[in-house]
């Protein structure tokens, strides 16, 4: 069984595909699929992919192409509240595209971070040719978030959490767990701190990027790009990723794997990345589906199924 870690939904609804694309996951032996957010409207097609199929997680949050737009993070963390979702994202930084807006794209990204700290939730990262900011504001991400893994309810050393407001002071997360201890039974983000930051999407960075990334706890993610003829580097970035790190995506609709290539991407696909990684690795493709879904569950608390 085999999991997609990263796709994004929003075409197979709109041009009414979802079912046969569901029907080919099913055929394709994929279980389940995390469907990503980034804007208003693909934050709400996630959730309610969610709501309605069991094979659905949703991830939600504001990407860097919001970042002129200044997204409304109240109703973010509404949602959150709400509606539960596994993870914050996709977000982060893209000099690739938008050198221009670097500066309001590392205020965007730092905002998510915050939500993502304060509820104990892992983060959906999206990072090209931004290497340095992202490992900076990652690393202060880290320090907010894992402050509430080990539990360590007051923080004296304000200045651990860089720029990221400490969960303490975000009025959703005190209303949550800490204002009221009679609340904290109760099935809430508190509760469901995950034990992974989150995790790098797509990754196409080096291997020595990639080793200071799983440093700070991050789990790294392969797209379809891995199994494109010209991507000899990439592959040897697989050697220094750890099994218990390594997870693998589609990014639907695009970035199709061989043999696929050039063709719309979906979830089912994500048979062929793995199938893919498990052949440079020399690895049967089992091994790899039981690997990188058990990945996937760990990273965004996914309920165990199938
Ligand atoms: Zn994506």
Not at 4 to 30: C, I, K, N, T
Not at 48 to 58: C, F, G, I, N, Q
Not at 116 to 145: I, K, N, S
Not at 216 to 227: H, K
Request: charged letters at 25%; hydrophobic letters at 40%; one cysteine or more.
């Amino acid at each position: 069984m085999w999991i997609d870690s990263h796709a994004h939904l929003d075409a197979f609804v709109a041009d009414g595909s979802w079912p046969e694309v569901l029907a080919g996951m099913r055929a394709a032996q994929v279980g389940s699929v995390i469907a990503i957010g980034g804007s208003v409207a693909a934050n709400e097609l996630a959730l309610t992919m969610a709501r309605e199929y069991a094979e659905v997680h949703a991830v939600v949050g504001y990407d860097r192409d919001e970042a002129e737009r200044e997204p409304d993070f109240g109703l973010l963390r509404d949602l959150v509240n709400a509606e539960r979702p596994v993870g914050i994202g996709e977000t982060g930084l893209d000099y690739y595209y938008g050198q221009e807006t670097a500066r309001q794209q590392c205020a965007l990204f730092e905002q998510n971070l915050s939500v993502a700290a304060a509820y104990g939730l892992p983060v959906v990262v999206h990072t090209r040719d931004a290497e340095d900011d992202t490992y900076r504001l990652l690393r202060d991400f880290v320090r907010a978030w894992s402050g509430r893994t080990n539990g360590q309810e007051s923080r004296t050393d304000s200045g651990s959490a860089g720029r990221l407001a400490p969960p303490e002071e975000n009025p959703v997360a005190a209303q949550i767990g800490r204002a009221n201890p009679a609340k904290r039974d109760e099935p809430n983000r508190a509760v469901l701190h995950t034990a992974v930051p989150g995790v790098i999407h797509c990754y196409t960075g080096t291997a020595e990027q990639a080793l200071k990334l799983l440093e700070l706890g991050f789990m790294i993610s392969f797209s379809g790009i891995v199994t494109f003829k010209k991507s000899d580097a990439l592959r040897e970035v697989l050697k220094v990723v750890p099994d218990d790190r390594l997870l693998i995506e589609t990014d639907a609709p695009y970035l199709a794997p061989v043999p696929k290539r050039g063709k719309r991407n979906e979830p089912a696909y994500v048979a062929y990345v793995g199938e893919g990684i498990a052949d440079y690795l020399g690895r049967p493709a089992a091994e790899l589906a039981q690997i990188t879904a058990q990945n996937t569950r760990k990273l965004f608390n996914l309920p165990v199924r199938g």
